[in-house]
């Protein structure tokens, strides 16, 4: 891949709670207007390594560069300018119940920049209803289904125009067709806004779905057990590790 190419790259990350080392040795490139996903079991690390892209959590060795810089090496306000430009929707889409959706929206332009606030109402209203949320502006998080809940998570993350979209797991807890709607709208943002995607992720309608290319955490390794194309490696994988995250352990014998 050629360098201008990258729009994240991730080198020889180890990660650890204290002692504990959680994976290491974690190489990957994620290519600037992809969709690229995290695969793994529960508990092989992705939400771990999530917070090693989005500062929230120093790697115990290694560092992440963002266009070719240093991310873990540079000081607070080099990481905080590289996060103006990352959008995050994390599992369980964290609105603050006490806030309207509105004001949910409102607390990164609030936080980032010195907009006026009928500047921040009228790009509210605009992220709202890129969404499909338009008119809920001043429903509390509780009166909407979890489908509306997700897609004003990621009115918020979006609320600043991300370069890089962050997710985690994004449709877990939805039934199939909202969680289908919500990788539709995925899709469509990424190409609206030009923006790269991580997903993190093990929803396999999800993974085959949106993603271009990706990395498998394999826990027993501790270390990537895979990358590339999910449904390329489906085809062609012969880690029976693999093979039975990519089917769920079914239909092996016809594949
Ligand atoms: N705050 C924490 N302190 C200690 N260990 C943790 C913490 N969070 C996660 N872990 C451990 O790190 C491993 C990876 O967790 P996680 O990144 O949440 O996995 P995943 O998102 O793939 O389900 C698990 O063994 C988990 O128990
Ligand atoms: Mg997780």
Redo the contacts with the bound molecule.
Sequence with gaps: MKTDEIKIEIQNLT?A??S?V??RDINAEVKRGSVFV?M????????????HLIGLQRPAQGDVLYDGRSFWGGDDDARRAQLRKCGVLFQSSALWSSMTLAENVALPLQEYTDWSATDVKDIVRLKLALVGLSGFEDYYPAELSGGMRKRAGLARAMALDPEILFF??PSAGLDPITGRNLDQLILELRDSLGATVVV?T?ELASIFMIAEDGIF?D?DTKTIGARGNPKELLQNTTDAKLRTFLTRGENQSSL
Excluded: Q
């Design positions: 990660m709670y204290d504990y959680v994976m995290i793994g079991n529960s508990g092989s690390g992705k939400s771990t390594l999530l917070r985690d797991e993190v093990h955490l826990a």
